[in-house]
């Protein structure tokens, strides 16, 4: 049954709204909430780690069932003891889903193995997070990424080059994957005027600008005040 334009303004500002309440209260990004969010960062159809295909590809040429498919031979390298060819299966994997949790430890398996502690430190910071993504609106999530990829952040530790460049890549998929869910929500409702169609994201709008910077800080530190 289709929802009527207050009814999915008031799901939405509900789904980023709780998921951060929960996380805040909880103490962290590892806390868990009961309450998923009605609209996921990734599209509808991608559910985690591979157990669904999405629907069709992103316009932005982001491609799923190849990621998956990188990690599965990744996975087999690995277990051979071929690092270097695990590594570039994982790392290309990242950049074809960069939300994909398998890749991201499959990488951190690897690099440790390897011996480079800094990219398996790395790998399983944003493994931490992308867990915790799926329970918020992707424009809220975007948000803090953005602000990390733009070196908004007091830990320094991860205001560096490697870790700014792979924030910057979360953002340009989460904002392609918000897309994808409003084009998916406009075929599946037609008719609907303009207001119908994109009141909804002037709720979003207000709930990101009420709780984002509490969402920062609990994901990454993040701090505004320094740009002042």
């Known amino acids: 049954m289709a929802l009527s334009a207050p009814s999915r303004a008031l ?60 990690v599965r031979v990744g996975g087999e390298a690995l277990q051979r003891g071929d690092l270097t060819e695990a590594r570039g299966r994982f790392e290309f994997a990242i950049r074809e889903w960069p939300v994909l949790k398998s890749a991201w430890q499959g990488l951190a398996e690897t690099a440790e193995r390897q011996g480079d502690q800094d990219t398996a430190d790395r790998a399983r910071f944003f493994l931490a997070r992308i867990g915790w993504i799926d329970q918020v609106h992707p424009l809220a999530a975007a948000s803090a990424f953005r602000n ?12 560096t080059p490697a870790y700014r460049e792979q924030a910057a890549r979360i953002v340009d998929f989460l904002d392609a994957a918000d897309l994808a869910n409003v084009e998916a929500a406009n075929r599946a409702e037609p008719g609907e005027n303009f207001v119908q169609r994109y009141g909804i994201y002037v709720a979003g709008i207000v709930g990101v600008v009420l709780v984002v910077s509490r969402f920062n800080t609990v994901l990454f530190g993040s701090s505004d005040s320094s740009s002042n």
């Open 148 to 159: 990390l990829s733009e070196g908004k952040t007091t830990d320094q530790d991860v205001a």
């Open 11 to 70: 799901a939405l500002a509900l789904s980023v709204l709780m998921p951060l309440t929960a996380c805040t209260s909880a103490g962290g990004p590892q806390a868990s909430s009961t309450a998923p969010a009605p609209q996921a960062a990734q599209p509808a159809a991608a559910k985690a780690d591979g157990k669904e295909t999405p629907a069709e590809q992103l316009a932005q040429g982001y491609d799923y069932p190849d990621a998956e498919a990188q």
